[in-house]
């Protein structure tokens, strides 16, 4: 996995966290802060990891189409881009671009099913439309690395096997930020195995230090990890509701 990481277009565009957190001029006259950016990523990964549950597809697929919502919107914006529409649009190229293809019409009719809020429908046509400008926003490039290929060897090493579904949620919350954008999935990975030690109260400081992997780094996204769980309590649906409103209708 490594060696393709490293030559990987993937790897290349990994960013800094100051040019993630970039609010678009167009959403900056909606009133969209950097707050409400995250807010509404956010509640599109929400959204995009609800439809994957009706359409019945692995969580591969639901990791791979966050990544591409949030690179989109490292490169356009949101008024130009509804995440209404896009984050439905990124799963259905998900699903192709990870080979568990779901079919556009099954996408309209669940949306149809989960929200009753207009706003949220579209039609196939729209998806369609959508996936071809998500497509050139990401300059075509598909291939998206996760931690899962290497987690459960690495749970395994680490004598952390009864932590199995800890280290696995943790790295499934991990889509609800950008870390994916910023860090190698490995040390993303390797994050997670350290907060379930902290958490389990497991002393894995050898295991860590035999791997030779850059601890500050590592314990940098853990922290990250960890003060995200603290302000997602604060996180009300009125909050949501606010950010998403300044979107209002689609242009």
């Known amino acids: 996995m490594a060696t393709n990481f490293w030559t990987s277009t993937h ?7 100051e040019e993630v957190d970039v609010v678009h001029n167009l959403d900056k006259q909606r009133g969209i802060t950097l707050e409400d950016f995250k807010l509404i990523k ?9 439809l994957a549950q009706n359409v019945k597809v692995r ?22 881009y509804d995440p209404r529409l896009l984050a439905p649009s990124c ?7 990870e080979e568990s293809t779901v ?9 149809k099913k989960i929200y009753s809020d207009e706003k949220y429908r579209c039609d196939i046509k729209e998806i369609l439309e959508m996936e071809m400008k998500i ?10 690395f996760h931690p899962y290929h290497a987690l459960p060897q690495l749970v395994h090493d680490a004598g952390m096997s009864d932590a199995t579904q800890l280290t696995w949620g943790l790295v499934n919350d991990t889509y609800k930020m950008d870390l994916i954008l910023i860090h190698p999935p490995h040390l993303i990975g390797l994050a997670c195995i350290y907060v379930a030690s902290v958490l389990k109260e497991k002393d894995n400081t050898a295991w860590f230090e035999d791997l030779q992997a850059d601890m500050n780094v590592v314990k940098n996204i853990a922290m990250e990890i960890l003060d995200f769980y603290d302000t997602h309590k604060m996180i009300t649906d009125e909050r949501v509701n606010a950010a998403m409103h300044k979107l209002t209708t689609r242009i």
């Open 103 to 111: 079919q556009a019409r099954l996408l309209v009719f669940y949306i």
């Open 135 to 144: 497509l050139e926003a990401l300059n075509y490039y598909l291939i998206v």
């Open 42 to 50: 956010l509640h599109m990964t929400n959204y995009i990891a609800r």
């Open 91 to 97: 799963l259905y190229l998900a699903s192709k671009s």
């Open 11 to 17: 790897y290349k565009e990994l960013m800094d966290q």
């Open 59 to 80: 969580q591969r697929v639901v990791a791979t189409a966050v990544t591409y919502m949030r690179r989109v919107y490292t490169r356009r914006s949101m008024t130009e």
